[in-house]
């Protein structure tokens, strides 16, 4: 069956630190990657897009690697600040995304940043 | 600025009734969404929608259905409401493209709908 895991449900680190998240995925050949931050009470909230042809994407403090092979994508945080603090979910988007499609999400990681 | 926008954020309701939970986009996207939220379970598909009166099932479409007459609108509907409808339900919306950014789904604040 096809899957798509964040393999921590929680992950806790102190501020300055990088945290890193992982998502796996089985049975998917994915058109790109997508990461997601979540605040409690609210709607997800874009973050990076990574298509199958690349390796990696940053956006200021944020890295996002993409590996076909191994079925895998890191998202890191660099630097990481107590504002961080949320819930990060993965989605894929089936090969050939077009209309009548819809992303696949992982349950999320909630990401705790002490001071 | 982009926006989806839910009817209620809060909804108190009694098992049986009908209940409506609207969500609206201004951005003419032609995929919109309906999920449903849990501790644990994490975003699960209800339906969705890629056109004007088309919808597709999710993976959990039991005891809902859905209506979009017009293009911005999406409508969830909750037939006969159950304790087990008890949730955070999020509206989202998307552009079909094949590249870049245009792949962003964009999601409503959600309703948190309680069944009593």
């Known amino acids: 069956s096809q899957k798509i895991e964040q393999n921590s449900e929680a992950l806790n680190i102190q501020e300055g630190k990088t945290a890193t998240l992982t998502c796996n995925y089985t049975?998917?050949?994915?058109?790109?990657l997508q990461w997601y931050r979540q605040d409690p009470g609210r709607g997800p909230v874009f973050l990076l897009l990574i298509r199958e042809n690349e390796k990696e994407k940053r956006k200021e403090r944020l890295k996002v690697t993409f590996d076909t092979t191994l079925k895998q994508s890191l998202f890191h945080i660099t630097a990481s600040q107590p504002a961080d603090s949320a819930t990060y979910l993965c989605a894929l988007a089936p090969a050939m995304s077009q209309a009548g499609t819809a992303l696949i999400f992982g349950k999320g990681t909630t990401l705790s940043v002490s001071s | 600025d982009v926006k989806v926008t839910q009817s209620s954020r809060y909804l108190v309701k009694r098992t049986g009734e009908k209940v409506f939970l609207e969500c609206v986009q201004d951005m003419d996207h032609e995929n919109m969404f309906w999920y449903r939220q849990d501790p644990g379970l994490g975003l699960r598909l209800i339906y969705f929608s890629y056109d004007v009166k088309m919808k597709e099932k999710g993976d959990i479409p039991e005891g809902y259905s859905v209506s979009r007459e017009k293009k911005e609108r999406f409508s969830l509907i909750l037939e006969s409401a159950s304790t087990n409808q008890t949730s955070m339900y999020l509206c989202a919306s998307r552009r079909t493209g094949t590249s870049g950014r245009k792949n962003e789904q964009f999601f409503g604040p959600g309703t948190r709908l309680t069944v009593l």
């Open positions: 049975n998917y050949s994915p058109a790109y």
